[in-house]
Each structure stands twice: as structure tokens, then as C-alpha cells.
């Protein structure tokens, strides 16, 4: 059996992608090195959160394929690779997985193929970690005997108005023979196809979105510390400047960032500036700085705020409400209530949480306690802090029934809440 595309590494960017491209009719093959990934999608099981059980089971009966045999990879016309690249040592980009990836494409490339790259990472990954090796594993040339590409993933977990389809894709060719056949690719299931000049300009695309969203975020953060100093709503001050018709886009403050985009990708861009230049992208690097404070700049404030009635944070219970990076998802990554929880853990709290997405979690080496009380442990609690807003939660009525309830997204109205 021949396939249309080969999709390599089957978590939250790939599977979606594998997903759209099997609802035109293309044949999909999906590859993983991780056997109970493989084989729990092949029973119809999903372990991301944008599809369900009865997406998988819709993909198979359109004839998805899942395997870890890399010699597969040789029957399909395109080859996308979207493994994950978390942060190594020195705050650039692990490529190990991408490097696997692309191992197991050159050992099986053939000639007339399209290899593209959709895992984030810093400019010049595809043309110089990529390309050689698959040309050296294959023998055969780049932009003549096959086609690589770079195509930035923008995958955004839990958005109900955009998802693959709509959402227009960024795509950057080796050659402009490249550029035309990866746009031909994803114009067959991808409404808008945005061409760029070439693999380092869309990898570069990639890294300014996500490091304006992190400088932006890190500003209204910053903000948020001297607005609580000075008695300012700063919530308040950022519906008003939202009036504007032109000229300002709203970011709020929040707990710390979590996810793989915000904390991680701009560092990539920022590692890359230090190692090719010499010198510091210097807006990411204060942005970071900034972020990367807030968990504990939150705890302070839980401090205080018992302190103000009297009562030590040592020795209290703190009640954490959502416990992943962004609402409404199971996505743990990078989550900011991780080192919140640490922080407040070191001042001699005892920490509980409730998130109904998540039924166990670890910090660190620690099992978290778990409530399924949501209600009564927020009664009990000698503080409550809302670190995640999902649906679930009644902001609101949960301040009112709380001793002290601290909301670090901004969402109650509640008088009883202390917010960010």
C-alpha cells in the first residue's frame, strides 16, 4: 500500500494535521517511536485534546494507519515531521527527535519525495541540520532529486474558532520548486497557503509570533506588580485602553506562561542571536526574566495575604484551582502552577488542587493531593488561588464560599476576591 503523507510523531501538532489531511481523502500514515502511542491510536484511543475517541475511530475507518516500522516511510509521496523540541542545556533547541526523524526519512527517502519540517526550532535548522542528513543518509539532492520545506505548526490547543484547516499556514521552500510543491501539499487541505522567501524566514515567521505574544505578556505582567503597588486596577485599565479601535491589542497578566510556545521558542530565537552574533536578543531575554518570575511574585502575594489576617503561610492550607498551562485542556506542559505549587511548598504550606482535566498530578518527586470537593475544599482551605480558569469553575460563587480567594486571571467580580 502507498500513502499520501507520513506523518512523524503523532502528539498534539501531528495527529491534528494527520486528522485534516485524512478528511480530503489523502491516505495518512502515521509514524511514532512510542509503541503505546501507536498502538492505543490504532485502537482508537486519543491522548491529545483537541480529538475525541470517535475522531481517532472517524480516521481509521478512512483508512489511518499508525506503525514504528520506519521502512513504511518509503511508500508515502511526503514525509512532515512534527516531534517535539523541548529546551536543552544553554536554552536552545533538544533536536534529538528532530535528528531521529530525520535519520528515519534519509534511511528511506526516495527520489521525487517531500520532506517537510513543522517542528519549532531556531533559523537555519532545515538547511543545516536537515538537509545534510538527509542527503548524506540517501545520496540523492536536495531541491533536485526531492523537496524539503519548512512549515511552522500552529496548532493552538482547545481553540474552538481555529484549528487546521482555517487557520492559514506559513510555508517556506528549499528552492522555488520546493516552495510550489509543499503549497500545492497543503493547499489540498488548508484554506490559505502564505508563501515566505524561502526555510529560514518561515522558521523565523514562527519565532516573532510567539515572541511578541511573550513580550506583550511580560509587559502587562510587569505592569500588573507596580498597578497592585499603586492601588490601580490594572484589569480595569486594560478593558479601557481595549476601547481603542486601532493600535492596541489586549494581553493580560496571569500566574507565569506555560505551554511549549510562550516559555520555550522565543529562547530559541534568542539562543540562536547569541551563538551566530555574539550578542543578546535582549527584549526576549527581559521578557523571560520577567515570566519566568511571576509563580513567585504569586506566592509572595499568598503570603501577604494571609499575613494581613494574622495567619502564616507556614503550615496552611492553599487550594490550587486549574493546574494546566491554558483552560479548558489537559496540557500540563510548562504550566505555570508547577513552580507556583514549589514556591508555596517551600514556604511551609501544604498544597492541595482541584483540575477536572487532570486526575493526578507530580511536582517534582511529590504526588499533589487531590480533591474531587471542589466546593468544600475551597471552604476549608485557608486560601484558594484561581491559577487556571476552566469553564467549570464558578469564580464567583467560589470566592463568596472561600476564606480568602485570590484570582490571578482577572475573571471575578466578586468583592470577597483579591485579584492580580
Given at each position: ?10 502528539g ?10 485524512t478528511?480530503v ?19 482508537g484511543r486519543s491522548?491529545?485534546d ?12 478512512a483508512?489511518?494507519?499508525t506503525?514504528?516500522d ?16 523541548p529546551?536543552?542545556e ?5 533536536l ?5 526523524a ?7 527517502l ?8 513543522e517542528s ?6 532545515t ?22 520545506a519548512f ?13 487546521a ?20 501539499f ?5 484554506d490559505t ?5 524561502g ?5 523565523t515567521a ?12 511580560a ?11 499603586l492601588?490601580?486596577d490594572l ?10 479601535p ?7 497578566p496571569?500566574p ?6 510562550i ?7 534568542s ?5 551566530k ?8 531575554e ?6 519566568a518570575t ?11 495575604l ?16 486549574g493546574?494546566t ?8 506542559r510548562e504550566?505555570?502552577?508547577t513552580?507556583?505549587?514549589r514556591?508555596l ?35 476549608a ?11 467549570e469553575?464558578?469564580a464567583d460563587?467560589l ?22
Amino acid at each position: 500500500m502507498t500513502f499520501d503523507v507520513v506523518v512523524l510523531g503523532l502528539g498534539y501538532v501531528g495527529l491534528p494535521l494527520a486528522q485534516q489531511a485524512t478528511r480530503v481523502g489523502m491516505n495518512v500514515l502515521g509514524f511514532d517511536v512510542n509503541t503505546g502511542v501507536v498502538n492505543s491510536l490504532a485502537a482508537g484511543r486519543s491522548h491529545v485534546d483537541d480529538l475525541s475517541d470517535d475522531d481517532v475511530a472517524a480516521m481509521l475507518a478512512a483508512g489511518f494507519r499508525t506503525t514504528t516500522d520506519e521502512s513504511l516511510i518509503a511508500t508515502a509521496g511526503t514525509a512532515v515531521i512534527c516531534v517535539p523540541t523541548p529546551l536543552a542545556e544553554g536554552d536552545g533547541p533538544d533536536l534529538r527527535a528532530v535528528v531521529g526523524a530525520t535519520e528515519a526519512i534519509g534511511r528511506n527517502l526516495r527520489p521525487g519525495m517531500l520532506v517537510v519540517l513543522e517542528s519549532t526550532t531556531y533559523p537555519g535548522t532545515t538547511d543545516e541540520v536537515v538537509r545534510p542528513l538527509l542527503e548524506k543518509l540517501s545520496g540523492l539532492t536536495a531541491g533536485i532529486d526531492f523537496h524539503l520545506a519548512f512549515s511552522p505548526e500552529r496548532i493552538d490547543p482547545g481553540n474552538e474558532r481555529f484549528g487546521a484547516r482555517n487557520t492559514p499556514k506559513v510555508v517556506g521552500g528549499y528552492t522555488r520548486d520546493c516552495a510550489d510543491r509543499v503549497a500545492a501539499f497543503y493547499g489540498r487541505f488548508v484554506d490559505t497557503v502564505v508563501r515566505t522567501k524561502g526555510t529560514r524566514e518561515a522558521e523565523t515567521a514562527k519565532l516573532l509570533e510567539n515572541t511578541y505574544r511573550h513580550v506583550n505578556i511580560a509587559l502587562v505582567n510587569e505592569m500588573a506588580r507596580f498597578c497592585h503597588e499603586l492601588d490601580i486596577d490594572l484589569w480595569d485599565v486594560i478593558h479601557a485602553a481595549s476601547t481603542k479601535p486601532f493600535g492596541f491589542q489586549a494581553f493580560y497578566p496571569g500566574p507565569g506562561v506555560g505551554g511549549h510556545c510562550i516559555p520555550i521558542d522565543p529562547n530559541y530565537l534568542s539562543h540562536n542571536v547569541r551563538s551566530k552574533l555574539g550578542y543578546p536578543f535582549r527584549f526576549v531575554e527581559l521578557a523571560q526574566e520577567i515570566n519566568a518570575t511571576m509563580p513567585g511574585y504569586v506566592a509572595r502575594r499568598a503570603q501577604n495575604l494571609l499575613n494581613a489576617d494574622g495567619q502564616a503561610v507556614h503550615g496552611a492550607t492553599i487550594l490550587l484551582l486549574g493546574v494546566t498551562y491554558k483552560a479548558n485542556i489537559a496540557d500540563q506542559r510548562e504550566s505555570p502552577a508547577t513552580p507556583l505549587a514549589r514556591h508555596l511548598a517551600q514556604l511551609g504550606a501544604t498544597v492541595l488542587y482541584h483540575d477536572p482535566h487532570v486526575p493526578a498530578w507530580t511536582v517534582g518527586d511529590v504526588e499533589v493531593t487531590r480533591t474531587d470537593d471542589l466546593e468544600g475544599a475551597a471552604a476549608a482551605a485557608d486560601l484558594v488561588i484561581l491559577v487556571q480558569h476552566h469553564r467549570e469553575y464558578d469564580a464567583d460563587h467560589l470566592a463568596q464560599v472561600a476564606k480568602r480567594f485570590f484570582d490571578t486571571r482577572g475573571v471575578t467580580t466578586a468583592r470577597e476576591a483579591h485579584r492580580l
